[in-house]
T-cell receptor
């Protein structure tokens, strides 16, 4: 069974641009969550999707948004990029909402210059 | 506001000895706790978990202890092996609250097991 796939693995963008990251969960998993990992803050929860609906959201500005498609694949978008958005963005999938064992992808390393 | 805290950024242990990684939490609604292990350039991988109805869970060399009254949990690795060298994240969730699945992570502890 294939794991969680995130694309692209690496990305370099300039300030003010926008970016879209993609996540394909494990087949059969319907819950997808996104996390931001930075050296100073650890892993911070961004949002969670289940059955194409955002079920939970962390404390991030509205520049961070996401969506989930009918096949459970998810995208995350960041608009008007800032230098501080440079981070590793991790996607995690789980079988059900509130299924606490999450499987993570390798992440997308975003660098904003 | 960091609800899950790992106060030791790093830990060095000799091969064969016990590694003890600690984690404290502040939210009394948390009822499920997990440990994840992360190697560089990889996503975190699930290691072991414990429900708040238990105070100990064991899986091979890994044991997690939960002290609810102290809001403290620890991960014991016995015996430690060089391959255990990684960053360990403690995470907690409040499954019965509106926050559902969302995992609250600590900042991680980097474990180095030396030969």
């Amino acid at each position: 069974k294939a794991g969680v796939t995130q694309t692209p693995r690496y990305l370099i963008k300039t300030r003010g641009q926008q970016v879209t990251l993609s996540c394909s969960p494990i087949s059969g998993h319907r819950s997808v969550s996104w996390y931001q990992q930075t050296p100073g803050q650890g892993l911070q929860f961004l949002f969670e999707y289940f059955s194409e609906t955002q079920r939970n959201k962390g404390n991030f500005p509205g520049r961070f948004s996401g969506r989930q498609f009918s096949n459970s694949r998810s995208e995350m978008n960041v608009s008007t990029l800032e230098l501080g958005d440079s981070a590793l963005y991790l996607c995690a999938s789980s079988l059900r909402l509130s299924n606490t064992e999450a499987f993570f992808g390798q992440g997308t390393r975003l660098t904003v210059v | 506001d960091q609800q899950v805290k790992q106060n030791s950024p790093s830990l060095s242990v000799q091969e064969g000895r016990i590694s003890i990684l600690n984690c404290d939490y502040t939210n009394s609604m948390f009822d499920y706790f997990l440990w994840y292990k992360k190697y560089p350039a990889e996503g975190p991988t699930f290691l072991i978990s414990i429900s708040s109805i238990k105070d100990k869970n064991e899986d091979g060399r890994f044991t997690v202890f939960l002290n609810k009254s102290a809001k403290h949990l620890s991960l014991h690795i016995v015996p430690s092996q060089p391959g255990d060298s990684a960053v360990y994240f403690c995470a907690a969730s409040a499954r019965n609250s509106n926050s559902g699945y969302a995992l609250n992570f600590g900042k991680g502890t980097s474990l180095l097991v030396t030969p």
